[in-house]
């Protein structure tokens, strides 16, 4: 019999998407959009619990019967999968579809591959873009799976929550299967994808919620409909019409105020854990020199940044947004022009020629207007350059490029320090293509602590402690100008109930439990 949700079931919910969804592929999704939608769909062996605020970010079995145990080391996991699991077509669910899964993720050349680096044998798989990965055994008649890493990875528990992890069949093929969606282990299964049109979810019938223990809800909306809407003003004014039921797209600025006025009870202000930041290029003159980066921080009024992204903002100089228990706040660069430009002159770098890099799209492009201006105030002579967003983030990453500084953000893959100071702040990580590292930062006592508390499992107040004061440690050395956490919107016609309204801290608003009047 098919499981049925806790609250009331309904026939359809609409959603007015963007077209920022790259892939439906569990290998292959990054997007904030692709995920929020494949989420639940397919399952990984952990997951993260559906509510609001910090539990959101609390790990709990999904697939498995129970979290890992862990070597005292370190570094082996023991995990068993649950029996009787289904995927939506009715093959059975097997220990060795795990293995399957991650050894596809590196013939994928997937963005996830890399979570998987540390796992003995991977090295190989890597090189090849396939094979078996040795540290990885899996016992289909037991459900046993055991997986041996290298070194401890503190966030090794994220990295098997992660889509990248979900298990799919074995005969998946190694290529893109978003138009032609595998197999579900969710409440939800993908009945169909047409790119820049739309996506359908229906009922998973294999799943039943009973045996998750409460951790994976069995959905409320019998079937979800993704209605792809290039305008963020047309998705409003469908979902104003009753058309669609959320809108996810950011507000017009325009209308911004008229709809909180008219629809404040059908609009939900939220904050994923995210840092806007400027960063400049440790290595490129004239931001090899301490004193121009701090200039750079100082100079910046972090409320007007605020006022160009409409408000939906808070200002910030920190690293990891406020969200996080390892978050402290510091105020080490108050606005104080005449300081910047003092420092300038110390630095000997008046008239130097800056190129100011960002990509075209929404209100980023405003951002780095504004750090134009504010350049040349302080005696730089500075000029903006834009690159299509579709290649912005690999050109900047790119060694060749040396871009000196320019916009950037980061939105959390799983809440996790290392996510932030290991992927984007470890020298030990710079590549010379794909560089997450744009400001090429690489401090050796910063790279150690990193690597030490990479060994730390269990995020305890000492812990949480070292990571804050990393985070000042690193600003002191201002390698970034962070300026806000940014704010989003989700809208709702006046059919939704939103005393069911979830805003899970990783995939954001939760479709699967939502209510309708």
Not at 104 to 109: G, T, V
Not at 150 to 155: A, F, I, L, R, Y
Not at 282 to 288: E, H, L, Q, S
Request: charge should be neutral; glycine fraction near 6%.
């Amino acid at each position: 019999m098919k499981s049925r949700a806790a609250g009331p079931t309904f026939p359809v919910f609409r959603v007015a998407e963007d077209t920022s969804i790259d892939y439906l592929d569990p290998g292959l999704t990054y997007s904030s959009e692709g995920l929020n939608i494949i989420w639940n769909v397919y399952l990984p062996l952990l997951g993260y619990r559906h509510v609001n605020g910090a539990g959101g970010s609390t790990i709990v079995p999904y697939l498995a019967r129970a979290l890992p145990k862990v070597t005292a080391d370190g570094r082996l996991y023991t995990l068993f999968l649950r029996k009787g699991l289904k995927y939506s077509n009715g093959q059975p669910v097997k220990a060795s579809d795990f293995k399957a899964a991650v050894e596809r993720d590196f013939k994928l050349d997937s963005p996830g591959a890399g979570y998987f680096y540390d796992v003995v044998g991977a090295d190989s798989a890597r090189r090849a873009r396939g094979g078996q990965i040795t540290g990885i055994v899996a016992d289909d008649a037991t459900g046993k799976i055991t997986i041996r890493l290298k070194t401890p990875q503190g966030d090794f528990a994220n990295v098997l929550a992660s889509e990248f992890a979900a298990p799919v069949p074995p005969n998946a093929p190694d290529s893109d299967t978003s138009t032609h969606p595998l197999p579900a282990t969710g409440p939800y299964v993908i009945q169909s994808y047409t790119p820049n049109n739309q996506i359908v979810e229906v009922r998973n019938p294999h799943f039943h919620a009973a045996r998750f223990g409460g951790n994976v809800p069995a959905g409320n909306p019998d079937k979800v409909i993704w209605d792809i809407v290039g305008d963020n003003a047309t998705a409003l004014q469908r979902t104003e019409a009753g058309q669609d039921d959320w809108d996810p797209q950011p507000i017009p600025q325009a209308t911004l105020a008229a709809t909180q006025a008219k629809y404040g009870d059908q609009l939900k202000v939220y904050t994923p854990p995210n840092t806007y930041y400027f960063f400049m290029n440790t290595r490129v003159a004239p931001f090899d020199k301490l004193a121009v980066r701090r200039a750079v921080n100082y100079a910046i009024d972090r409320r007007a940044l605020v006022a160009i992204y409409g408000g939906l903002a808070q200002p910030t100089e920190n690293i990891l947004p406020p969200s996080y228990p390892s978050y402290s706040k510091h105020s080490l660069y108050p606005y104080d022009p005449a300081k910047a430009r003092a420092l300038i002159e110390q630095a000997h770098a008046v008239g130097a020629h800056v190129i100011v890099w960002n990509h075209d799209r929404g209100l980023d492009q405003k951002a780095t207007e504004y750090l134009v201006r504010v350049l040349d105030s302080i005696g730089l002579r500075a000029k903006q350059h834009i690159v299509t967003s579709a290649v912005y983030w690999a050109t900047i990453g790119n060694e060749a490029t040396n871009a000196q500084i320019g916009f950037a953000d980061w939105f959390q893959d799983y809440p996790h320090p290392l996510d932030w100071f290991d992927v984007l702040l470890n020298g030990e990580r710079i590549t010379k293509t794909y560089n997450n590292d744009y400001a090429n930062f690489d401090d050796k006592a910063v790279n150690t602590e990193i690597d030490s508390l990479n060994k730390e499992q269990i995020p305890t107040s000492p812990v949480n402690s070292r990571w804050a004061a990393l985070d000042r440690q690193i600003m002191l050395q201002a390698p970034w100008a962070p300026f806000l956490n940014r704010e989003f919107t989700d809208f709702f016609n006046a059919k939704v109930d939103l005393g069911c309204y979830v805003n899970q801290v990783v995939y954001g608003f939760d479709y699967s439990t939502i209510c309708m009047r």
